[in-house]
């Protein structure tokens, strides 16, 4: 009789080109979580690809989301989290770092305390994407890590 062959591990996906930040969270979706009637800026702000921009200018509400493709896997796991935020400490106070289970591959929430009022990031690392999406203000983890779950669904 045969022996039995051990099955493949499944390979990730791969997603490939720009990614329309637009698609993974809409305005709708944006306006629920801010908790404010948001408009999409993005082409008014100039925003590169990979990037798009609700707010409400009467509120100051703003979410921001990127996404941005690698080559593979291995390369978007090369990036931490904790590079992209120290990156961003400059502009944005990006501080508390929280581990979120269940949401793509692995995810990382941070605080956001701007010269403003103080807002969220989360960090979600799925197959070969990196995306961050920060809402500002807001405190309210559960808003955000809703956004982050719908918009790993529309990869």
Known sequence: SESPKPSPSP???????????????????????SGSTMTNMTSTAGAPTGVCIYANTESQAAIIVFAQTYPSQSSADAVSADQVATAL???????????VEGIGDKAVEYTLSTSGPQGLAIFVFKDNVVMMIALAPGSDASKIEALAKTAVTRL
Do not use: H, Q, R, W
């Open 11 to 33: 390979s990730p996906s791969l997603i490939t080109g720009p990614i329309d930040a637009c698609k993974l969270v809409t305005a709708d979706e944006a306006t629920s979580a």
């Open 89 to 99: 400490n400059n502009g944005y106070g990006v501080s508390n770092a929280k581990p």
